[in-house]
Structure formats: structure tokens, C-alpha cells
């Protein structure tokens, strides 16, 4: 099916350990985005990327990193999980530069314990 | 502070009744206006989106978008249970490469 897609969905692990969420769009839409959304402070984008091997920092980018090799996958890792890295987190992808749509995944669930 | 701020809630209304949510923003630069519904456990969906100021309407939706205030408002007429959901307001501008600014989201509850 066409859309974004989010693999896990559910995702427990430790303080410490590598965590990769997976992003996977079938439009070939050029922009993708990475956010995680917490209680009191909505949505925040954490990553974006402009096109294949073009990414930048959004603004809380710390403790992840980011790569876009093909188009329709953009991965997320925590390099070293902390607690305060527990959140939902979304990926979302827009056609175009200058409109407002963003097609968001179903989210990931991370839990640090 | 934040760029841009939105009416907290929750809001609870019964069926029927008619639903104003709004936000705020401090960034001129903003041109494009959206407002978000998400359901629970799933990923924001959008609902309405305008292209600077004025009104727009579609359906029992209106979106409003006042640009000299700074201050843009959802409305929703004869409310739904089924329009139960978070409300997330959102915002962005051709400066800042397509990157959308999220206010916090209102939860809006309609009790049938």
C-alpha cells in the first residue's frame, strides 16, 4: 500500500544500547521529516532532509543521527539511549518545498528504560 | 518562548455544539497556516490548510488565518463524537525550508 511506514512500532530497550527506527515512503516525495512528540510540547522536529544525502539538523537533534541514501527510506538512530529519549516519534514526508502538507507514519513508540 | 502557541484544553463539549480552537504565533514569516486532527495512537492527519490570510471552509471546518493579529483559529460546527481527537495547529515558511512549527495540540472531547 501506498503511504509511510514506520517500522518498529513498539520498541523497548535500555540506556545505552543503538535503537534504529525505520521510515519508508512509497511517493518519492522529497522532503522527509523526523519529529518526536511528548506531553507539553507538541511536536518537534528533530531531523529533516531535502533529498537523498541532503539532511540538517532540526532543533532537537542531539543524541540522533540521521542518513538518507535512497529517496524512500530515512532512518532514525539513537546512538546511545537516555530516558529522556522516551517518546512517540513520527515520520512524515511532503512533495513540495513551499506547501504545508506533511503525510505523517503511525508512529514509534520508544520506551528507555 | 515559543514561536508558536496554542489554547491548551482539553475541551469538552456535548454533540452539536460549536468548537473554537486557536493559536498564536510570533513569526511574520509564516505563510502557510494548518491545522492537524490526530486520533489516538495515530499519526496526525491533515485537516485544513491556507495560504495566508483569510477564511476557509470546508464542510463543518472553518479555518481562519489573521495575519495583522498573528492568530489563527479552527472552527467546528455541529460537532461530532467522532470529532474527538487532538487538534495540532501548524505553520511554516518558504525561509525556513519547508519545515512546519507545531503548536502543543488541543484534546477535544465531544460528548454525544
Not at chain 1, 518526536?36 to 529533516?48: K, T
Not at chain 1, 546512538?79 to 513540495?96: D, I, L, N
Not at chain 2, 482539553?10 to 468548537?19: D, F, Q, R, W
Request: with cysteine; hydrophobic share 30%; proline share 4%.
Amino acid at each position: 500500500d501506498a503511504g509511510i511506514t514506520q517500522s518498529p512500532r513498539y520498541k523497548i530497550t535500555e540506556t545505552g544500547r543503538q535503537v534504529t527506527l525505520m521510515c519508508h515512503q512509497t511517493w518519492s516525495h522529497s522532503y522527509m521529516f523526523w519529529y518526536r512528540q511528548d506531553l507539553g510540547h507538541g511536536l518537534r522536529l528533530i531531523y529533516y532532509s531535502a533529498a537523498a544525502d541532503i539532511t540538517d539538523k532540526g532543533e532537537v537533534s542531539d543524541g540522533y543521527v540521521v542518513s538518507r541514501s535512497k529517496t524512500e527510506n530515512f532512518p532514525l538512530t539513537l546512538e546511545s539511549a537516555t530516558r529522556s529519549q522516551t517518546s512517540v516519534y513520527f515520520c512524515a514526508s511532503k512533495e513540495w518545498l513551499n506547501t504545508g502538507e506533511l503525510f505523517f507514519g503511525e508512529g514509534s513508540r520508544l520506551t528507555v528504560l | 518562548q515559543k514561536e508558536v502557541e496554542q489554547d491548551p484544553g482539553p475541551l469538552s463539549v456535548p454533540e452539536g455544539a460549536i468548537v473554537s480552537l486557536n493559536c498564536t504565533y510570533s513569526n511574520s514569516a509564516f505563510q502557510y497556516f494548518m491545522w492537524y486532527r490526530q486520533y489516538s495512537r495515530k499519526g496526525p492527519e491533515l485537516l485544513m490548510y491556507t495560504y495566508s490570510s483569510g477564511n476557509k471552509e470546508d464542510g463543518r471546518f472553518t479555518a481562519q488565518v489573521d495575519k495583522s493579529s498573528k492568530y489563527i483559529s479552527l472552527f467546528i460546527r455541529d460537532s461530532q463524537p467522532s470529532d474527538s481527537a487532538t487538534y495540532l495547529c501548524a505553520m511554516s515558511a518558504d525561509t525556513n525550508a519547508g519545515k512546519s512549527t507545531f503548536g502543543d495540540g488541543t484534546t477535544l472531547t465531544v460528548k454525544p
